[in-house]
């Protein structure tokens, strides 16, 4: 390519040196933004840089002078992304199950992007989550997507949902009929994505995990349900269907220490309400689905704390512990 044709893309190659090469700490003098620009083939000079630098501020990309003794340096200050809020996103990135591997590499390749080369190398720092499991699922994305054009077009979807097998291998459900489902949110919940969404065939509100449905595409039919969800909260949603495992709703009164009241509202939030019972211990009422999963995050938080009403839910632990004796053999 000639120099004068590289001249048409003068101003975003200026615009990718001042991005990629300088920052806080790192300038280029006149003299180098020439150099630079003369490795990828592109002829300028001072007077004509002078203008094109004023030029990338329209473009919003700041560059500021600063004189150092004999020279002036020149750098890009006020980017989209400061490096902090760059290091969290690549924090989260990497901490998120449902990110595959390689789309974790891809994004932060592309966040690198929004720093300098010098900053970019604070980005490549690995966040560490003990026995992290990577899903393995790249289609994802498409789902999602496809998901986002269901709810924006009043459209139902339609998709297969597996399950492993012994074998390691993926197993459809409903003997690989696909389900139609009328989604109407998505949500995060215990490093999960879920679809939330009506069963016309059941008239009933599910879930799904995100990354468990394949073959998923749009069905040309309006989605039902809308008089489920014209005053649903999906945060509350979430917390009754505690980790998205199913169970009959149930108003439950649990006894517990109070330092162990952090614990509740980390999970069911600050709507929670403590009724004190003596100078070390309280009780709480939630509204909970009553599920196995429910039961044994009771059970793990130990001795300080226990379900103690009402009947017919302190039945339903002490048939989850006989359950539990009889599978051990204990009793």
Same mark, same amino acid.
């Given at each position: ?36 620009? *003369? ?149 995060? *919940? ?87 019972? *003596? ?53």
């Amino acid at each position: 390519m000639s120099r004068s044709v590289n001249q048409k893309i003068k101003l975003y190659r200026l615009a990718q040196i001042m991005i990629n090469k300088t920052d806080a700490d790192h300038f280029l003098t006149m003299p180098q933004i020439i150099e630079e620009l *003369d490795k990828v083939e592109v002829g300028a000079d001072r007077k004509s840089l002078y203008i094109d630098l004023v030029d990338l501020e329209k473009l919003g990309i700041q560059i500021e002078s600063v004189n150092k003794g004999r020279w002036t340096g020149y750098h890009v200050v006020g980017r989209l992304f400061e490096l902090p809020e760059l290091k969290l996103l690549v924090d989260a990135i990497q901490s998120s199950k449902f990110i595959t591997v390689r789309k974790s590499n891809e994004l932060i390749k592309k966040l690198e992007s929004q720093c300098s080369r010098y900053e970019a190398k604070q980005l490549q720092r690995q966040v560490f989550v003990q026995k992290r499991i990577k899903s393995m699922n790249e289609s994802i994305y498409n789902t999602v997507d496809t998901i986002h054009f269901a709810l924006s077009e009043n459209k139902k979807i339609k998709f297969k949902y597996y399950s492993w097998n012994i074998k390691k291998e993926q197993e459809f459900r409903h003997d690989g009929a696909f389900y139609e489902i009328s989604p109407w949110a998505l949500t995060w *919940d215990d490093e999960n994505y879920y679809l939330i969404g009506y069963d016309s065939n059941d008239d009933k509100v599910k879930h799904y995990r995100v990354d468990k449905m394949a073959k998923i595409s749009p069905v040309d039919k309006p989605r039902d349900g809308k008089e489920y969800f014209e005053r649903f909260d999906t945060a509350d949603y979430s917390k009754k269907n505690f980790a998205m495992f199913g169970g009959e709703e149930e108003d439950v009164v649990v006894w517990l220490k109070n330092d162990m009241c952090g614990v509740f509202i980390d999970r069911f939030g600050t709507d929670i309400s403590f009724k004190p019972e *003596d100078k070390e211990h309280c009780t709480v009422r939630l509204k909970v689905a009553m599920s196995q999963h429910f039961l044994g995050w009771i059970f793990a938080l130990g001795e300080d704390v226990r379900i103690v009403g009402p009947k017919n839910v302190l039945n339903r632990v002490n048939e989850e512990i006989m359950r539990i004796n009889r599978q051990y053999g204990i009793g």
